[in-house]
């Protein structure tokens, strides 16, 4: 669906400042809301927010609809009465630059751990109440997804499909079993999501209440490794005998890469999701926007076909395309939700037939000013803004681009001087606000603008190498980076473009 003339910033909450060595839901994320009102933002775009895994990337998550427990506030947990100051002593000295991952889960886990036991002990009547009624209206995922990661610890953390066949089989006499032995783990994972699901319920509320919409982010595919594949093995591609995928998911060979990109995670056997109606993937899409109000789908291309590879293979090189049945099923997402607020990442090699699909539903498909510039078949001038239509979401670059500063001072002189001719000048606020000022001033309906770039800041701050499995999603800003100027000039821009309507 077409949406209104906006605009709005690109953070993930990992990026927040916080003592605590990792963004979280408490002060500096309502301080960063009142940036966003303040600067006449409509919009703030976050990545997934699942719980990860080793890789600590939003995109391979433990399930696709639970949260992330590093996300809660122990500082909001203070307030609540179930954790004492003595819990905040000694806390180890986090770089404000970077998350330290292994040193944050050290940390914060014995805070949540400490917070669950003091909820069993003290949670006032109303406060069990609410815990009582979350549980049972989210029992369709949640009780999947606690016993899922009780049983993952129980194993010390083997992969499910090295667990006992009883239990990775989910025979109904080993769930039983071991929902009796795990009663008290079980019990800590539904608390975490309890508490992540109230932190972060109240503090949209506030976004909203303000004017700020929050798009949210769907990875198509699932984490082989997720209660998701475990507790719905019928849903995917995988072998029979070892639980494995059969059929992985990936990309074919492209100009970027010889052997195209192999991502490991199953593909969905959409036949059997189909004759179901499409059920698991309806309770996803409602499960989000419970917590959401905007959703980008990314890999949006794979609801018309994707990319299989046959378990074995190392490159994406063998493998085919399979057609999905991607119009029957946003027909009957339509059906079941009303109006479907969605952006389609279409990026890549895209066929008329995606095209076709994105438009007949009136999806606003991604615009990237990044790609508009450069050398060869590296320059794509559909996303140069003479080239778009209003219903289309235009980016200065995504969380898979370097910042526009480090872009723009790691091209060759020729595409540089490209750059110069289109713009005109590079004005003396630098070329972070040259692309933000472009992108504001096109017919995009929406403009998104990562946090990065508003800041102005190089390739030290790019949040995700594609390709490059480790140090990646760890940036995180300090809290005196928003400043009244940038503030300021954000919103002057913002105003002068027509894109803060309210304000």
């Known amino acids: 669906m077409p949406f209104s003339r906006a605009s709005g910033i690109l953070l993930h909450p990992t990026s927040f400042p916080s003592q605590f060595g990792i963004g979280d839901f408490g002060s500096e994320a309502y301080r960063f809301v009142d940036f966003l009102i303040e ?185 082989h490794e997720s209660a998701d594949v475990w507790s719905h093995p019928e849903n995917f591609c995988l072998n029979q005998q070892t639980g494995e995928p059969a059929l992985m998911a990936g990309t074919p060979p492209d100009y970027f890469s010889a052997t195209g990109q192999l991502w490991g995670n199953p593909v969905y056997d959409w036949k059997q999701l189909q004759q179901e109606n499409f059920k698991w993937w309806v309770q996803r899409f409602q499960t989000m926007l419970n917590y959401v109000d905007l959703i980008r789908i990314d890999h949006f291309r794979g609801f018309q ?50 095209y076709a699909l994105r438009d007949q539903f009136e999806f606003p498909g991604m615009k990237i000013l990044q790609f508009a510039f450069g050398e060869g078949i590296q320059a794509d001038k559909r996303f140069l803004p003479f080239n778009y239509q209003s219903n289309c979401v235009v980016y200065t670059g995504t969380h898979d681009n370097d910042t526009t500063v480090g872009w723009f001072n790691q091209l060759s002189p020729q595409s540089r001087e490209e750059v110069l001719r289109y713009l005109g000048r590079i ?34 701050a790019r949040m995700n190498f594609p390709g490059k499995n480790l140090g990646n999603w760890g940036w995180r800003y300090q809290s005196a980076a928003l400043t009244p100027e940038v503030r300021d000039r954000l919103g002057a821009m913002t105003k002068t473009y027509g894109r803060s309507p309210i304000l």
């Open 39 to 223: 600067s006449r933002q409509h919009l703030w775009q976050v990545l997934p927010l699942g719980p990860t895994g080793d890789s600590n990337s939003p995109y391979a998550s433990y399930s696709a609809m639970a949260g992330n427990p590093l996300l809660i506030s122990p500082e909001l947990l203070h307030k609540k009465g179930l954790l004492d100051q003595e819990n905040f002593a000694d806390l180890p000295k986090f770089s404000t630059e970077k998350v330290d991952f292994s040193r944050v889960i050290q940390t914060k886990i014995p805070m949540l751990q400490k917070a669950c036991e003091n909820f069993k002990a003290s949670a006032t009547s109303v406060q069990q109440q609410e815990f009582s009624e979350f549980c049972q209206i989210q029992a369709y995922w949640l009780d999947d997804y606690a016993m899922f990661m009780a049983l993952k610890d129980a194993h010390g953390g083997a992969s499910w499909n090295a667990w006992e066949p009883a239990i990775a089989q989910r025979k109904p006499e080993a769930i039983k079993q071991w929902q009796q032995n795990l009663a008290d783990e079980i019990f800590y994972y539904q608390y975490l999501q309890f508490e992540f699901f109230c932190q972060w319920s109240d503090l949209k509320r506030y976004a909203n209440q303000h004017g700020i919409q929050i798009i949210g982010d769907i990875a198509i595919y699932v984490a």
């Open 427 to 460: 004005s003396q606020s630098g070329i972070h606000w040259d692309l933000i000022q472009l992108s504001l001033s096109s017919v995009a309906n929406q403009a998104i603008i990562p946090l990065q770039d508003v800041l102005g800041l190089g390739t030290e």
């Open 305 to 354: 076909a994707y990319w299989a590879v046959k378990q074995g293979e190392t490159t994406a090189i063998n493998g085919k395309w399979i057609e999905a049945p991607g119009e029957a099923f946003f027909k009957v997402l339509k059906e079941k939700l009303g109006a479907l607020p969605i952006i389609a990442e279409d990026l890549g090699e895209i066929t008329p037939e995606v």
